[in-house]
């Protein structure tokens, strides 16, 4: 394996964990919000 292709595999590992963590909190914020809603 040449560092170019570690190096390239790393980034896009990061960028998919920040999309897949900006989705849940999209998600847990968005839920939260509409819970409270309905509480209130």
Do not use: A, E, K, W
Request: no cysteine; proline share 2%.
């Amino acid at each position: 394996m040449t560092p170019n292709y570690t190096q390239r595999r790393q980034r896009v590992f990061l960028i998919l964990s920040g999309v897949f963590l900006g989705t849940l909190s999209l998600l847990n914020i968005l839920g939260i919000s509409r819970f409270l809603d309905l509480s209130f």
